[in-house]
């Protein structure tokens, strides 16, 4: 099996809607600090080059996550390889995620966090595969594109853990041959 990928959105076009969201994070935010938590290692791509153009005071943190169970499907229930550095109660808050799929990892992640009653929390993802979604309260505050029901790679994404380093989004295919 080899395998190919069929650009899907350029770096040109991700480049753009990362500017605009930033743009609606520093209106939103009004002048206010935010501390941006990515999801490793998908969301960290995204992350860096989001804070960059925000226009606000910028913290960062890290968290890593894996889900329980079956490994094709995302169970959702997490495990929490890396929690966060700093507490983020009475911080404003916003999870930065490569993709929601089903919605599972997003719920119980942000279950996890109000918890600790940050002053907002939001959530800002990249891409957003809408006609997956199985957890009905999971409404992301910021998303950069809507895809369809395909395996994508790219700008953070893996499979496998490579094809994060493309600077573009594919959609990830196998061919018979090598
Ligand atoms: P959810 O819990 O089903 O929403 O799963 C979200 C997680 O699944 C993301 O953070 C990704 O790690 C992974 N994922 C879902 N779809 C894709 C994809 O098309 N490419 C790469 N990773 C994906
Ligand atoms: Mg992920």
Known sequence: MREIIRPLISAEEIA???????????????????????ILKGGVIFM????????IPVEFDFMDISSYGNQVVSSGVIKIDKDLENP??????????????????????????????????????????????????????YIGFEIPDEF??????????????LEYIGILEFIEGK
Not at 17 to 27: K, L
Not at 48 to 55: A, G, Q, Y
């Open 48 to 55: 860096v080059d989001l804070s960059r153009k925000l226009k």
């Open 88 to 141: 983020i109660t009475g911080k404003h808050v916003i999870l930065v995620e490569d993709i929601i799929d089903t919605g599972r990892t997003l719920s119980h992640l942000s279950k996890h966090l109000s918890a600790q009653k940050p002053a907002s929390l939001k959530i800002c993802a990249l891409l957003d595969k809408k006609s997956r979604r199985e957890i009905d309260g999971i409404i992301p505050d």
């Open 16 to 38: 753009r809607r990362v500017e605009e969201i930033a743009g609606e994070i520093t209106r939103d935010h009004d002048g206010r600090a935010v501390t941006l938590i990515c």
């Open 152 to 165: 994508v790679v790219g700008y953070g994404l893996d499979y496998a853990q490579r094809y994060r380093n």
